[in-house]
């Protein structure tokens, strides 16, 4: 088996005032096949009052994709959907050429989600923008632990949502300390991120919010889960076109993403709004490049 790689993950300040932990995209690995981002938030207990709140901001050349752990988060986009996601669902949007969108919880809750992007293939990336919501995951008891196939396919059962690049996505809660196999894709990467708990895989152990890089090549991998644990299972086929990631644009060059910019600081339609968000836009970073 390949060396397995040790990826810390970094706690970053989300939106107004939550600290999240990104796994990817980091300085040892940007992606894991066509997810370029991991973000996991909390969990958290918000005071009376506090919540996360992530005001109006663009997308471009990605999918957007959360799953919610526990506590809800309300999304508005500017194709006018309103969406409440809950616990057990996934939400995916996808920007294409280009969607605006607030997050926020409810507040005074508890909150745990994984908040993923996915890369768009050249093909694909500047495809109109959609959202959908998923309510009804394949969940099922197995080792000991309650399995959730968030994407893809994993033995004889398939998520429902549709991508534009061959990939899975799993979350699995042990139960109590246990052993279990996982059937992997050879032609497939891979990357686990234990989300609570913790997680061994051989002789290496990995901690909550530690990225453990699995690499290509494999047709299973045994972990030792310990009680309560969850972890995250990201793989997919290695995306070969190089992307440029800024701020919430993803493109093919560093011009597609500085007039994505453009355009959102100009507020032309190519985004459009999220009703009455108007006074909850975020302002882009300046670009760390010269145009
Ligand atoms: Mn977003």
């Known amino acids: 088996m390949n060396p397995i790689e040790h990826i810390a993950s970094r706690a970053t300040q989300l939106g107004e005032g939550m600290i999240v932990h990104r796994a990817l995209p980091t300085r040892q690995r940007r992606m894991v096949g066509a997810w370029c ?121 398939t998520a429902p ?42 002789q290496e152990k990995f901690i909550t919010d530690e990225f453990a890089y699995l690499g290509t090549n494999l047709s299973q991998v045994t972990l030792v889960l310990e009680s309560g644990s969850r972890i995250l299972l990201l793989g997919g086929e290695p995306f070969e076109q190089p992307i440029t990631m800024w701020w919430n644009f993803v493109g093919f060059s560093k011009e597609y993403i500085a007039q994505a910019q453009k355009d959102w600081e100009n507020n032309t339609p190519r985004f459009g709004a999220v009703k009455d968000a108007e006074s909850r836009r975020l302002t882009a970073p300046k670009l760390p490049w010269t145009t």
């Not at 009052?49 to 309300?74: K, N, S, Y």
């Not at 279990?180 to 913790?198: A, D, K, N």
Request: overall charge negative; glycine content about 10%; hydrophobic content about 40%.
């Open 161 to 202: 949502a549709a991508f534009h690049s061959p990939l899975v996505g799993m979350d699995i809660r042990s139960l109590q300390k246990t052993m279990i196999t996982l059937r992997l894709s050879p032609g497939f990467e891979y990357g686990i991120l234990p989300m609570e708990g913790e997680c061994h895989i051989g």
């Open 37 to 157: 981002f991991l973000d996991h938030a909390g969990p958290v207990n918000f005071a009376e009052g506090d919540a996360m709140r992530v005001g109006a901001h663009p997308h471009t050349g990605l999918q957007t994709f959360t799953w919610l752990i526990e506590g809800e988060i309300l999304h508005r986009d500017s194709l006018g959907n309103e969406q409440i996601i809950r616990p057990g669902e996934v939400n995916l949007m996808t920007a294409g050429h280009g969607i605006v969108h607030t997050e926020d919880s409810v507040p005074g809750k508890r909150l745990q989600a994984a908040q993923l992007w996915i890369a768009l293939p050249s093909t694909a990336a500047e495809c109109p923008p959609s959202f959908e919501h998923f309510p009804d995951l394949p969940t099922w008891e197995q080792d000991a632990c309650h399995w959730t196939l968030l994407a893809g396919s994993y033995g004889d059962k």
